[in-house]
Structure formats: C-alpha cells, structure tokens
C-alpha cells in the first residue's frame, strides 16, 4: 500500500513512519519538512497522488479552544478534500478516549474534528487512544513552581506510542471501519504517581505535589473519564517498563 501519514514527524506520527515502513509499505510524510503543508493545503494535491490510506496524527501544542479547534478542524478539511480528489479510499484519524464526556477545551476541539471526518464522504475510521506514557513528562516540564514539581490528580491508562502506531497501521490496511474500539494501556496509574516516578528517574529529589488543577474538565479526569471504557483493546508495555527502557536509551 501506499499511504501518506500527517505529522509523521511528531510522536505517534514518526513511529506510524516506522512501522508503516517495516510492513513494507510505501509511506509519504505530510510535513512542512517534506513540502507540504497541511494548514494551507499547499503540496496536498502532488503529495497524495496513489496514496491507498491517510493516516491523520497532527497535532497542536495549544489547549486554547478556538486556537485548537481552528487548527483541528482546517487540517482535517484540507486532507479530505485533497483525498476526495486524489481517490483515497481510506482516512485513519487519531483521537483521544472519553473526549465526548470530558469537557476539556483540546478535548472539544478534538470532537468538532471528529465530526468534519464523519461528514466529509470519504471512508474512516476514528482510533481513540488514552494519553501516551510521554504524557507525565510533558505535564512534569509545565508544572514546575518554585523548585516543587506540581502533578496533577488524574485517572489514567497510558500507552505506548509505538503501541498506537501498530493499531493505526493495521486499521489503514484494513476496510474503512467509522469508530474502533477504544486503545488503552494495560493498566490504570494515577498521573500523579507516574510524575513522581518519572522524576525520580532523571534524579530530581525535590518534592513532587499532588494537586487538582482548577481546570474544566479535570474533576472528570479525577473521577476516571478519561479510562477506557468495556471493549477497549489493551496495549502490553507497562509505564515503568517504558520509563525503564527511555532511562537506559538516555544513559547509551
């Protein structure tokens, strides 16, 4: 097959690259580093000419709604306008678990994009994953005041990257499915455990405190609805067997 991966340099998006790749499959890389331009839609047109799939993983780094929205919302028109034009006959996007029960800013966004898919009259499937084990140290390096490390109370299954790339993959290579079953860790942490041990593994010894963010949306975070629900696929790598291995990849 041949098939275009958006953000493909990001982190679920390179591994999707990788694995797409040990397959045997030949893979297109829609980035502004390759030319394209997914916001304005510029290098779209060449860029899908005999792709068989899209696999969508963009991201923004911003949790304002509209500024997430916004961005969600026109890269997902763009891709599948271009791909009803080149003929692709599958579009693959990356979601997040519990986002219609959470509202969360990023996490509406991420819905409004959900929809655009759904109605754009090119075959889909939504993959929903929980957050990734990279998650605690993107939320260590925010959440820093004072020499103490703030971590938020939060319910989570986290899950490898390399994990959710496999899936994304293989739902590419399979038939347009709409909505698959939910992606998940193996097991339930707390966000505020997983800083913790984070922290301590990079040999930070000052003190980790819990904290519930006044934040819209957390009190539903707090309370597990960001879990998957029953039917969910369950990924292998546990959290302390990814930090091992991120610990020892850091030492080499």
């Avoid at 929205?69 to 891709?79: G, N």
Wanted: hydrophobic share 45%; charged share 20%.
């Amino acid at each position: 097959m041949r098939i275009a991966v958006a953000g493909g340099t990001g982190t679920v998006g390179s591994r999707v690259v990788e694995v797409a790749r040990e397959c045997g499959h030949d893979v297109v890389v829609l980035a502004r580093s390759t030319g394209v331009d997914v916001t304005a839609g510029s290098g779209l047109a060449e860029a899908l000419v005999g792709v068989d799939a899209v696999i969508d993983t963009l991201n923004i780094a911003s949790i304002d709604r509209k500024t997430a929205e916004r961005f969600f919302t026109t890269t997902s028109r763009a891709l599948l306008e271009a791909e009803r034009e080149a003929g692709v006959g599958h579009h693959v996007l990356l979601s997040i678990v519990g986002i219609d029960a959470i509202p969360y800013a990023y996490y509406q966004a991420k819905l409004a994009q959900e929809r655009v898919v759904e109605q754009a009259g090119v075959p889909w499937t939504i993959l929903r994953a929980t957050q990734f084990h990279e998650f605690a140290g993107q939320m260590a390096g925010r959440l820093r005041i004072a020499g103490m490390q703030l971590a938020p109370r939060m319910r989570t299954q986290p899950v490898a990257a390399r994990e959710v790339a496999e899936r994304l993959v293989a739902l590419a290579e399979a038939p347009a499915a709409g909505r698959s079953a939910d992606l998940a860790g193996p097991r339930e942490e707390q966000l505020a455990d997983l800083i913790r041990r984070l922290v301590r593994a990079r040999g930070s010894r000052g003190p980790v405190v819990p904290v519930s963010l006044p934040i819209t949306g957390m009190a539903e975070m707090r309370q597990g609805a960001a879990l998957p629900g029953p039917g969910a696929t369950l990924g292998r790598q546990t959290f302390d067997e990814w930090l091992r291995a991120a610990s020892a990849s850091s030492v080499e």
